[in-house]
T-cell receptor
Framework: AQKVTQAQTEISVVEKEDVTLDCVYETRDTTYYLFWYKQPPSGELVFLIR??????QNEISGRYSWNFQKSTSSFNFTITASQVVDSAVYFCALTPNYGGSQGNLIFGKGTKLSVKP | DTGVSQDPRHKITKRGQNVTFRCDPI?????LYWYRQTLGQGPEFLTY????????KSRLLSDRFSAERPKGSFSTLEIQRTEQGDSAMYLCASSPNLGLSNEKLFFGSGTQLSVL
């Protein structure tokens, strides 16, 4: 079975603090993709990153960085110097790479991040 | 630049009634997806179209649910004989076909359904 676990239900930080959102996944597939999406209060999920299982390089994009560790089945997301606009629900998701499931993303339950001024 | 558009934004209905939602994907995106999200949960996959062909359906999609994409552009999701358990946010997403698998999805703002 495939599963994504985001153990942190809610996190609250003060602006400018760094924060890490945890994501642990389960899959028997050797090839798969991992994603992070942001869902602000408006409700529209916004794509942040897509990573395939063969690419374990960490990635940095501005204040965002992602740490993919296959050995621990984790794909954690860090926001550096958080800002109020980062307040949202963040979802980690997994999808297999076989042809039939092009869009069957398996989402975690999400982590609600509140950044206070 | 128009994103994925969903209509209506909110729908309140009585149990037993039929409802229909519409999704207009980003122009030229030939893949379209429906997801359902309940409070405090992540979205759950319902079904997926490539052009007008419905290629995959989740077990969550009971016989009361039907989705269409007749001309490969907009899509409709109909729920017949609604039940209170159908109350959820229904999300539509689209993606281009760039010859890649598992491309990123562009989501709409969703239709919030409340069944009384």
């Amino acid at each position: 079975a495939q599963k994504v676990t985001q153990a942190q239900t809610e996190i609250s930080v003060v602006e400018k603090e760094d924060v890490t959102l945890d994501c642990v996944y389960e899959t028997r597939d050797t090839t798969y993709y991992l994603f992070w999406y942001k869902q602000p209060p408006s409700g529209e999920l916004v794509f942040l990153i897509r990573r395939n299982s063969f690419d374990e390089q960490n990635e940095i994009s501005g204040r965002y960085s992602w740490n993919f560790q296959k050995s621990t089945s984790s794909f954690n997301f860090t926001i550096t110097a958080s800002q109020v606009v980062d307040s949202a629900v963040y979802f980690c998701a997994l999808t297999p790479n076989y042809g039939g499931s092009q869009g069957n993303l398996i989402f975690g339950k999400g982590t609600k991040l509140s950044v206070k001024p | 630049d128009t994103g994925v558009s969903q209509d209506p934004r909110h729908k309140i209905t009585k149990r037993g009634q039929n409802v229909t939602f519409r999704c207009d994907p980003i122009s030229e995106h030939n893949r379209l997806y429906w997801y359902r999200q309940t409070l405090g949960q992540g979205p759950e996959f319902l079904t997926y179209f490539q052009n007008e062909a419905q290629l995959e359906k989740s077990r969550l999609l009971s016989d009361r649910f039907s989705a269409e994409r007749p001309k490969g552009s907009f899509s409709t999701l109909e729920i017949q004989r609604t039940e209170q358990g159908d109350s959820a946010m229904y999300l539509c997403a689209s993606s281009p076909n760039l010859g890649l698998s598992n491309e990123k999805l562009f989501f709409g703002s969703g239709t919030q359904l409340s069944v009384l």
